[in-house]
């Protein structure tokens, strides 16, 4: 059999840690991925990466840091593979630190710890505020050193664009196209692992890069891979607003005691520092006591817009309130959140060591994705460390791991896990497709060249019929419109006659995106092309999402429809009559929705099915009560 | 204020194409960046003179001065374009691609030379493998990691390699920013283990002798990366082993 090889899309961490594990294990890696790795939206993360070191004498525990996840979550992601990614979690960090991370430092010199949001210990891992470009830059430089041995490729400015199937639909190999000379080539491999990243694109303004587009999924998801859970997308409750993007104010704003408020007075015009403190309103603190401004993630957005759409209180009757660190000594805050501040002052021209941040939830990471397997570890009740089923699709040989899989975040995810589940599933899914390689009978070097021909000919045609002068839509017009459709319809509140007209826009956006005119006609680096290519995509992922949420009718983690509101009993606990009351209609809900969604593509729209889980470590007994 | 925005921008079909000028007009509106200046132009690619023509081609990622995508001469200055507010510059607003890289297209380069230049000077810390070792790296003080941690945000954005006076596409010279990276992986307590070939890497052809201490790099870095620091200690510390190489003849 020949030298077998592997390829992996996208250089994020995921896909990079993939690498690693493959390279590591005498395995041959092509990086593919749109642009330089070292360029790649991980950089972005700010805040930390979570892991239970216990150095702050608060007796954290892994367990602790299980259950938060879980809960976080609310309850809808398979529990094994969480607990086996907590437990991983310290010695992710030791390896970071021995790649030479710069994270922040005790007086000591030991690995600084800060305070995430829906979680009381100080659990999280830090670099300043610019934690993933840190991590990011580790895990590149370790690439590269394998490039340097000749043991990984990479095909940086290069688009994936499908993967080869064989007769018997297992992946051998990706069609791919130079975004150079725009022609498309095909590559053989035994296995492939999609390392993508996520698709706040879709919403037109969010947090994401503007690479982030979720296209990658949404071919492999109409070559038939499944898609899970794509209703859950988690808005960021802290945000600047701009024409081109949302900018991120990190969790860690609030982790490191920034305040969240806004005047008490509708329509108070004073200046933010003129407005005594008896006449602001912290609504956080005043709903939720017990977590206060570090609430979870879907808790602060909800009641932002609550603020500002149900009471009038936003600033200026605007959809704004005020995220406040001032009260900080200018000191403390260069050091711990210096990176995003300077943005800060950078983007809006104002100081936020003198005065609040203005901010608004936005789009900001997709907890759905391509559906993922794992191998459940009876011993422990985690999952295999090395198993050729984890982090497989449902096309054999098709891998994903980071953002556009679907695993460990459920309904909500807990700021800071992200960097570690990019870290964890790239390293599970490498390990993985490593193993899987051991298993095969046949080479994918050795299949017949029909199935890459036909497929990359399947790909240059959609290129000419995009490059034919008869359409009349723009592109990126069309991308406008959905994203403001999304933004309108499919945001942190929904309804079912919202999320009906949602679809019926989508509908009319995938048929106008059938008729694309391209301005830019020509074959050398037409980034219009392009981005033609992934407006039709995000359109069909679009349609997951819609459909997925109007189909769901309960409240879930980010997911919310006042229609279906399960409300807590004001000032009752557990014990109260009235909260078990509660909790019995809660947990009959739970029967007939804690269920995974998962989206079969159709040439009609997306089939919606239902798939149970192994809720085996933490039974659905509690609620999630931040109060 | 103006109730548009003037761009005159610097044009370039191919690598082999001859570069031209155009200029485009839009609507005003605050808080515009020159990024997404770009993105309205190219839903709307018509210029000055009212012709349809092809949108720019910019290379572009984050959108907030953390991936090092965007640089770009703007009003001859190289610097990230969505850092850059339109309201902070003056009009016509003058866009051309780095110098010092091959054209792409348009205002797009092939930077990939700093990348291969990272390898060059072997910017890693050599690990024997990346599994799980329960142990950490040895303990650093938050004074030396405030330090390193400077330099840890350089993003390969390329600005200090445009200004650089020894710095040009056919120089051999690794440029500014892999210095800085080299200097950062010797700081480090076992990244030192192997600072001898970091230092060798960059005793040959195109290292630290060709810096010609011009000291432009540390004017225009985005991150306020203190270039000269690291190429002074790398200059010491190279003249240090060139005597040590002399001796263990």
């Not at chain 1, 608004?360 to 009876?378: I, N, Q, R, W």
């Not at chain 1, 090395?386 to 054999?396: D, K």
């Not at chain 1, 017009?477 to 929904?494: I, N």
């Not at chain 2, 600005?159 to 200097?183: I, K, T």
Request: hydrophobic share 35%.
């Amino acid at each position: 059999m020949a030298d077998q090889r592997i390829i992996v899309i996208g250089g994020g961490l995921g896909g990079l840690w993939a690498a690693l594990r493959m390279a590591e294990a005498g395995v041959h890696v092509d990086i593919f991925s749109l642009f330089p790795v070292k360029r790649s939206h991980s950089c972005c993360a700010q805040g930390g990466i979570n892991a239970v070191l216990d150095t702050k004498g608060q007796e954290d525990s892994i367990e602790q840091h299980i259950v938060d996840t879980i809960k976080g979550g609310d309850y809808l992601s398979e529990q094994p593979p969480i607990k086996t990614m907590c437990e991983a979690a310290p010695g992710i960090i030791r390896t970071y630190d021995r790649m030479g991370v710069t994270f922040s430092r005790t007086p000591e010199g030991i690995m600084d710890q800060r305070l995430f949001g829906g979680v009381k210990k100080r659990r999280t891992a830090f670099a300043g505020a610019t934690t993933g470009q840190q991590l990011l830059y580790a895990a590149d430089e370790q690439v590269r050193y394998h490039e340097s041995e000749q043991k990984v490729t990479k095909y940086e400015d290069w688009e994936f664009l499908s993967v080869v199937l064989d007769g018997e639909g297992v992946c051998r190999g990706i069609t791919a196209m130079n975004l150079h000379d725009m022609k498309v080539h095909a590559f053989r491999s035994d296995a492939v692992i999609l390392a993508t990243g996520g698709l706040g694109l879709i919403y037109g303004q969010s947090t994401m890069s503007t690479n982030s587009t979720g296209a990658a999924a949404a071919r492999v998801y109409q070559q038939g891979a499944k898609f899970a859970n794509g209703e859950f997308v988690q808005f960021h409750p802290t945000a600047m607003k701009g024409h081109d993007k949302n900018r991120l104010m990190s969790e860690a704003c609030r982790g490191e005691g920034g305040r969240i408020w806004v005047p008490s007075e509708k329509g108070d015009t004073r200046e933010p520092r003129e407005i005594p403190q008896e006449e602001r309103f912290y609504f956080l603190e005043d709903w939720y006591p017990t977590y206060g401004n570090t609430v979870p993630r879907d808790v602060a957005s909800r009641a932002i817009v609550r603020v500002t759409r149900h009471m009038g209180l936003g600033l200026n009757g605007q959809d704004v309130v005020y995220l406040d660190l001032s009260h900080h000594p200018r000191e403390f805050l260069e050091q711990r959140l210096g990176g995003i501040l300077e943005m800060y002052t950078t983007f809006s021209g104002e100081d936020p060591y003198t005065g609040p941040m203005k901010i608004f939830p936005a789009t900001h990471y997709s907890m759905g994705g391509v559906l993922v397997d794992y191998a459940k570890d009876e011993q422990t009740g985690g999952m295999q460390k090395v198993h050729p089923r984890n982090h497989v699709t449902t096309i054999p040989g098709l891998y994903a791991c980071g953002e556009c899989d679907s695993g460990y975040h459920g309904a909500n995810r807990l700021g800071a896990n992200s960097l570690l589940s990019a870290t964890f599933s790239g390293q599970i899914a490498g390990a993985a497709a490593a193993a899987y390689l051991k298993s095969l009978k046949k080479s994918a070097a050795d299949l017949d060249e029909k199935y890459f021909e036909s497929e990359r000919t399947r790909q240059e045609v959609i290129n000419q019929e995009l490059l034919s002068p008869n359409g009349t839509e723009n592109p990126f017009a069309l991308h406008r419109e959905l994203g403001e459709a999304m933004r309108e319809h499919v945001f942190v509140e929904r309804s079912n006659a919202g999320l009906d007209k949602a679809l019926v826009t989508i509908k009319e956006l995938k048929e106008r995106s059938r008729n694309i005119h391209l301005d830019d006609q020509g074959t050398w680096n037409n980034q219009s092309l392009s981005w033609a290519r992934q407006v039709q995509d995000m359109i069909v992922l679009a349609e997951v999402i819609a459909k997925g949420a109007r189909l769901r009718d309960e409240c879930r983690g980010s997911h919310y429809k006042a229609e279906f509101e399960l409300k807590v009993p004001e000032g009752k606990f557990e014990g109260d009559p009235e909260y078990e009351e509660y909790r019995a209609e809660w947990k009959a809900n739970n029967k007939e929705w804690m269920k995974l969604t998962v989206a079969t593509h159709t040439e009609d729209g997306p089939r919606i099915d239902y798939k149970p889980f192994d809720a085996s470590i933490l039974a659905p007994e509690k609620p999630r009560d931040y109060r | 204020m103006a109730n548009e925005i003037h761009f005159r921008i610097r044009r370039q079909d191919g690598p082999d194409a001859r570069p031209y000028w155009e200029e485009f007009k839009m609507p005003y509106a605050p808080a515009h960046n020159v990024v997404s200046a770009l993105m309205y132009l190219r839903e709307h690619p018509v210029n000055a003179a009212g012709k349809k023509v092809a949108p720019v081609v910019w290379d572009s990622n984050c959108m907030e001065e953390v991936c090092g995508a965007c640089s770009m001469l703007i009003n001859g200055t190289p610097r990230q374009a969505c850092a850059t507010l339109i309201d902070d510059l003056d009009q016509p607003i003058v866009l051309e691609p780095l110098t010092k890289f091959p054209a792409v297209r348009d205002l797009l380069v092939d930077r990939c030379k700093m990348f291969n230049a990272l390898m060059k000077v072997k910017a890693w810390i050599p690990l024997d493998h990346t599994q799980d070792v329960h142990l950490h790296a040895p303990l650093i003080g938050p004074g030396e990691q405030a330090v390193r941690y400077i330099f840890s945000r350089c993003m390969t954005c390329g600005c200090c390699m445009e200004v650089c006076p020894q710095y040009h596409q056919d120089s051999e010279f690794v440029g500014p920013a892999p210095l800085g990276q080299a200097n950062l992986h010797n700081s480090h307590p076992t990244g030192k283990f192997f600072k001898q070939d970091r230092l060798h890497a960059l005793m040959g052809v195109g290292g630290i002798a060709d810096c010609g201490n011009a000291q432009n790099c540390v004017q225009v870095c985005p991150k306020d990366i203190p270039l000269t620091d690291a190429i002074a200690e790398l200059g010491r510390r190279t003249t240090g082993q060139w005597f040590r190489d002399l001796f263990a003849r």
